[in-house]
């Protein structure tokens, strides 16, 4: 059964306030189809949206396992650029992903009080490594954005299946951690009684507890915070995850801050690929500034996905203290990810 909805929208003048929001684009901005994978869930159907809002986008493709017909008819009826295109289940994963230019990848199931990240494994472990066979299939140079927990392995496991397929390009692979950046930013300008607009943090090391390690020490505005305020910041962004968890008390993990900082890197990575200069976010991609194969720091984006891989810059004691203790599980998780894609 065809199961698609296919809905084609125009341009407005009200497009002009969207671009101004998202992105600095130009009147003649490149076609580019951005996939969804996992389009119906919690992060899918807010970061859906956020997509069709950006005007870089000319294809929105929404796959999931089920509803995306309504997902799609729905965000499809806003009247900006992109054609919005629904595919259902495994059977239509080919069309939802051909001619890709980039895949955001938020499929799987998320947490729940009590879990980490890791207890994700088992099954979203699954689902990203069937996903990616895909994607090297049918959209081989497309950009992929990883999303699904926990990113310290699924970013490892897709790397394998790609250089099984004989397609990887580190350079095109990336561990979605901008909410971290997103959450250090946030607290940060609390503390620090600066707008939350001017405030920069990198976020270096991985996604999951102290594998976050938020580089305050380079925050800018600068701002005179004791030890014990960067400690508790540190803490809270490491715990930002858990915090929202817990707060949703059963009924799943971040979703809305997570689209929205989702829909701000795929942008960054949009940008970089149109030759935009300077298009600098934090991500956990293949990398040699440390001994560990993956690992979260500024990158530079370009028009082959991962141009530079910036070096961490000067760290504060404590923040020498923090990288060191992150090492062994993040290197842990790694060689689980790998193990597994290669059994
Ligand atoms: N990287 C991050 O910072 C970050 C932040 C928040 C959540 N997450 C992770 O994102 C994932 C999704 O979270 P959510 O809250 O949207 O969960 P959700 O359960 O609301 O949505 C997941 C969606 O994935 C779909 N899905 C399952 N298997 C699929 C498959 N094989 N192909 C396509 N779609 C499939 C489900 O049908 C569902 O619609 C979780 O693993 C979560 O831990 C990561
Ligand atoms: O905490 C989670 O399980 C989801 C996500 O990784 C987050 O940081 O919010």
Redesign the pocket.
């Known amino acids: 059964m065809f199961r698609s909805v296919i809905v084609r929208s125009s341009s407005s003048a009200k497009q002009s306030l969207l671009r101004r929001s998202f992105s600095s684009s130009s009147s003649s901005v490149p076609e580019r189809k951005v996939a969804i994978?996992?389009?119906?869930?919690?992060?899918?159907q807010p970061l859906a949206l956020l997509m069709k809002l950006n005007p870089l986008v000319s294809s929105l493709s929404l796959?999931?396992?089920?509803?995306t017909p309504g997902v799609a008819a729905d965000v499809g009826h806003i009247n900006t650029r992109s054609e919005v295109v629904g595919y259902m289940g495994?059977d239509e994963?080919a069309k939802a992903l051909e001619g890709a230019d980039l895949v955001i990848?938020?499929?799987?199931?998320?947490?729940k009080p009590g879990m980490t990240?890791d207890d994700?494994f088992n099954i979203?472990a699954g689902?990203v490594k069937?996903?990616c066979s895909a994607i090297a299939k049918y959209c081989p140079h497309a950009l992929v954005n990883?999303?699904?927990?926990?990113?310290n392995s699924?970013v490892p496991i897709a790397a394998e299946i790609f250089k099984k397929a004989g397609m990887y390009d580190e350079k095109k692979l990336f561990?979605?951690?901008?909410?971290?950046v997103v959450r250090a930013k946030t607290f940060y300008a609390g503390k620090a009684n600066v707008p939350v607009a001017e405030v920069n943090v990198p976020v270096i090391g991985g996604?999951a507890g102290v594998t976050i390690l938020p580089l305050f020490s380079q925050a800018t505005p600068q701002a005179n915070l004791s030890s014990d305020v960067l400690t508790a910041l540190t803490k809270r962004t490491q715990d930002g995850?858990t915090e929202?968890v817990e707060a949703k008390a059963g009924k799943?993990?971040?979703?809305l801050?997570?689209a929205y900082?989702?829909a701000l890197f795929a942008d960054a990575c949009l940008k970089g690929l149109n030759g935009v200069p300077d298009v600098v976010e934090c991500s956990y991609v293949q990398s040699t500034i440390t001994e560990l194969p993956f690992f979260a720091s500024k990158v530079r984006l370009g028009k082959n996905g991962v141009e530079e891989v910036l070096d961490l810059g000067p760290l504060s004691d404590f923040e020498k203290e923090g990288l060191e203790a992150l090492k062994p599980e993040l290197k842990s998780s790694i060689e689980k990810g790998v193990k597994f894609a290669n059994q």
Do not use: K
Not at 63 to 67: E, G, K, L, S, T
Not at 105 to 111: E, K, L, S
């Open positions: 994978l996992g389009a119906a869930g919690g992060i899918g796959f999931d396992i089920a509803n495994d994963l990848i938020p499929a799987g199931v998320p947490r990240r994700l979203n689902i069937n996903l990883m999303i699904s927990n926990p990113v699924t561990g979605v951690t901008t909410l971290d996604h995850g929202v799943g993990s971040a979703t801050s997570m900082a989702g």
